[in-house]
């Protein structure tokens, strides 16, 4: 039988960034060929990539590309298990050179996304390649890509969770990245009350009439409050109509009036947004991984 030795087992885990046992069994199998040891754990941790797919990946990272004119941007989310993978250097890469590409490529949905290649090797499989290097479900979830021919794009990144793009009809990079600063924290669905889903409006509306009608008031008064409150939801969930978070004596409608400037579109991407978290029980999780 071939020995092992730590030195072998220390280059394939370099190499592979697997596990120290992972890399033991892979080199006994191999009689100690780095090189076969390496396929054989690639193959392995491909073919271990579609069974991982089916599990909640709600961490990652959000990441913003721009092009040095500001006339087209890109954000993207791509997600992980964990907020540890979501950290490592292989993972941001990965979402770093998959921002690029599709800026680059000007790519708009993630499905052409995965064609494309990063240093000869399809997206894709490199996907693959991480998913088995780290031991998680790794899916790139969202892509909005911003062109402005009549205006300038500018955006903000908090940490890796939050990321905002922002497009103005102004050359002002300070008011873009604080509007964009402001729309990370206060979350506005979209610039103005005309752009509110009608749906939404009337759902939002049939609630309050309901409320208010609970209080036993006359049908005008009843009006009067419903309409109030609706106006109220609206500053809420408009850009426009919200306080300003730099200055929140005023209105960023009103922000924008005195800066002569027109805010004309904006996306705002969060991690794991909309995703339905999976909740462990972690004495189960610790019981469930000692069963070999």
């Known amino acids: 039988m071939v020995t092992i030795t730590a030195k072998e087992v220390q280059e394939l885990r370099r190499r592979t960034g697997s596990g120290m046992m992972e890399c033991k069994k892979a080199l006994t199998k191999t009689g100690g060929d780095i090189e076969k040891a390496v396929q054989i754990m690639r193959e392995s941790g491909l073919a271990q990539a579609d069974k991982k797919s089916s599990r909640t990946a709600s961490e990652g990272m959000v990441y913003i ?16 298990e964990t907020d540890f993978v979501s950290k490592g250097d292989d993972f941001q890469n990965f979402v770093k050179n998959c ?31 991480l998913i088995a ?20 794009i500018f955006s903000y ?10 497009e103005i009809d102004q050359n002002d990079a300070d008011l873009g ?10 979350k506005p669905l979209c610039v103005n009350k005309n752009d509110v889903d009608p749906k939404l409006l009337e759902q939002e509306k049939n609630i309050l009439i309901s409320q208010a009608q609970d209080s036993g008031k006359p049908a005008d008064i009843i009006e009067k409050m419903v309409q109030g409150r609706l106006g ?30 027109n805010v004309l579109s904006f996306n705002r991407l969060e991690v794991g947004e909309g995703i339905e978290k999976k909740k462990e029980n972690f004495a189960d999780e610790v019981a469930a991984a000692t069963i070999v």
């Not at 990245?177 to 206060?186: G, R, Y």
């Open 157 to 166: 990144l908090h940490g890796i969770k939050i990321g905002v793009i922002i």
């Open 65 to 80: 590309v721009t092009s040095n004119n500001n006339k087209h941007s890109l954000i993207i989310e791509v997600n992980s």
């Open 99 to 129: 921002a690029k590409v599709a800026l680059d490529s000007d790519i708009d949905n993630v499905d052409d996304l995965s064609g494309h290649k990063i240093d000869g090797t399809s997206i894709e499989h490199k996907r693959q390649e």
């Open 232 to 261: 109220k939801y609206l500053s809420e969930i408009t850009l426009l109509g919200q306080n300003y978070l730099i200055d929140t004596e005023i209105k960023v409608q009103k922000l924008l009036k005195d800066k002569k400037t």
């Open 133 to 152: 290097k780290v031991g998680e479900n790794i899916q790139i979830r969202r892509i909005k890509n911003i062109k402005s021919p009549n205006g300038f």
């Open 177 to 186: 990245k604080s509007l964009s600063m402001h729309i990370a924290a206060n």
